[in-house]
């Protein structure tokens, strides 16, 4: 049983690069949410989609970070153009129905790096 | 709005030794309560969850009540190991809007040595 995937693992950038963070959700699952942790702020929830919709995307820093939910079995997270505060692990989590009890699988993060 | 506070970290224990580790919510509703674990180089994991007043989550030894009359959600192991050194997430379903987002808090690390 295949968790979240997400790609790459890692991701070295110089300041002014577009980067774009993969996501693949469990099968099944309709609630997709992206995370952000770094050691000054912990876990900070990005955005979240369910039935591959935008739901509450409040947590997005500024314009300059975007994502999209293209179908099921595919989101995308992107940074353009990326600033060295950006740095951080990404991760993508998914989850079945929008019930309060339902737990989060996460994929096992992406570590963003802008030089 | 809904938050989750955690003790600070690192906790330090021996092998065998009891682990707390506290956890206090503020929520408007009635949240499920979880607790997560993060392994050095991972995603996060669930470990247990309690959905509702005087629940027991519990898995691998680790044990939580859901109290709401001190809106809290201790962790608890009776003999800790060194290979339950990682970083724990207390967090609650936020369920504004009928949307269940998770609410973090900001993770406690424990060190467990031989």
């Known amino acids: 049983d295949a968790g979240v995937i997400q790609s790459p693992r890692h991701e070295v950038t110089e300041m002014g690069q577009e980067v774009t963070l993969r996501c693949k959700p469990i099968?099944?699952?309709?609630?997709l949410f992206w995370y952000r942790q770094t050691m000054m702020r912990g876990l900070e929830l990005l955005i979240y989609f369910n039935n591959n919709v935008p739901i509450d995307d409040s947590g997005m820093p500024e314009d300059r970070f975007s994502a999209k939910m293209p179908n099921a079995s595919f989101s995308t997270l992107k940074i353009q153009p990326s600033e060295p505060r950006d740095s951080a692990v990404y991760f993508c989590a998914s989850r079945q129905g929008t019930g309060g009890w339902s737990p989060l699988h996460f994929g096992n993060g992406t570590r963003l790096t802008v030089t | 709005g809904d938050s989750v506070t955690q003790m600070e970290g690192p906790v330090t224990l021996s092998e065998e030794a009891f682990l707390t580790i506290n956890c206090t919510y503020t929520?408007?509703?009635?949240?499920?309560l979880f607790w997560y674990v993060q392994y050095p180089g991972e995603g996060l994991q669930l470990l247990l969850k309690a959905t509702k007043a005087d629940d027991k989550g519990s898995n691998k030894g680790f044990e939580a009540t859901y109290r709401k009359e001190t809106t809290s959600f201790h962790l608890e192991k009776g003999s800790v190991q060194v290979s339950d050194s990682a970083v724990y997430f207390c967090?609650?379903?936020?369920?504004?809007?009928?949307?269940?987002?998770?609410?973090f808090g900001a993770g406690t690390r424990l060190a467990v040595h031989p």
């Open positions: 099968s099944g699952h309709n609630s």
């Open positions: 929520a408007t509703g009635y949240p499920s």
């Open positions: 967090a609650l379903s936020d369920g504004t809007g009928g949307y269940n987002k998770l609410i």
